[in-house]
């Protein structure tokens, strides 16, 4: 469906995109997530057709994004920050949003009043952020788009209407296959509705994988040995896994360890450890012990 191939985005001397490439699958929900400046709003611009690529290319059905307006009237994009004009209303914006593309759905529109219960002739400036970010979606979704492109989507949102808009987007993409990409730093309702996540460092993407996949080869142990057996068994994971994380507790030792369950619990059993305990870990937990791996400083960080 979205293909990234190569792709390289420089301001300046500064290289915001390095050669990335990421592939999205049709009908899927796909979480972009990474630190600040990794590099997450530069791809997001650059699959909108805002910025320009450098180098490489970004196609959606095989279709290039740059300058493609046929291609465009099927992707919606709700940003972070939203821009309306100063004397439009809901209304006003619902008939330009009809006049710009061409499978605008006035019924759903008039469905989504329950949905998203605002008065559609007040200006939206004079609307709060979250009854903004409500109108973006309510938009949004009666252009009966292929791609959803998000920003920092539920941002702004009490409770019942991120479930009320997260909803409607799942529906969508179980129902039409619609395909979304969200940009979010909450990691902990990404895990709810992501299919496959990427995670962007320094402008290359560090991981991307099925979202189950990229949790099932990433775990916590615990685990406490005697005393003259501790330091020979920690080394011994040490030397045949990759331990991204290692912190003792009293007699207790917690390693964040990535490889085979199986064969890493084998290996611990044979150590005769008097406890131990395998953990699956968070996406949040993913993303801190994949940034440890390659440098990024989490020794303040206590899980």
């Known amino acids: 469906m979205i293909q990234v191939d190569n792709l390289s985005k420089n301001f300046g001397h500064f290289k915001a995109l390095d050669h990335l490439s990421l592939n999205m699958e049709k009908g899927s929900v796909y979480g972009l997530i990474g630190p600040n400046g990794a590099g997450k709003t530069t791809l997001i611009k ?37 821009y309306y004009f100063s004397m439009a209303t809901i209304k006003d914006l619902a008939q330009l949003y009809a006049g710009i593309y061409p499978q605008w759905n006035q019924d759903r529109f008039e469905r989504l009043k329950e949905a998203f219960p605002m008065d559609e002739n007040r200006r939206l400036i004079r609307l709060s952020k979250g009854m903004q970010k409500q109108a973006a979606f309510w938009l949004g979704l009666c252009t009966m788009p292929e791609v959803m492109i998000l ?94 994380h290692q912190e003792t507790f009293g007699s207790v030792c917690r390693l964040i360890v990535k490889g085979e369950q199986a064969v890493v619990m084998d290996k611990i059993r044979q150590m005769e450890p008097m406890l131990l305990d395998w953990l699956p870990l968070t996406l949040e937990e993913v993303f801190i012990y994949e940034l440890g791996g390659i440098g990024y400083d989490i020794a303040n960080i206590i899980l």
């Open 46 to 82: 650059l699959l909108n057709g805002i910025f320009r690529p450098d180098e490489g290319m970004i196609t959606v059905d095989g279709q290039p994004v740059w300058e493609n307006d046929a291609l465009k009237e099927r992707l919606i994009y709700v940003s972070d920050d939203l």
């Open 151 to 244: 920003d920092e989507p539920v941002d702004g949102l009490d409770p019942v209407m991120r479930r009320r808009v997260w909803s409607l987007m799942l529906q969508d993409v179980a129902e039409r296959q619609m395909t979304v990409l969200v940009s979010s730093h909450n990691l902990r309702e990404l895990e709810d509705v992501c299919d496959h996540v990427g995670i962007l460092h320094q402008g290359k993407m560090l991981l991307q994988k099925n979202l189950d996949e990229a949790k099932s080869n990433v775990y916590k142990i615990q685990a406490a040995f005697p005393k003259d057996k501790e330091s020979a068994a920690i080394q011994a994971l040490q030397d045949r896994f990759v331990v991204l």
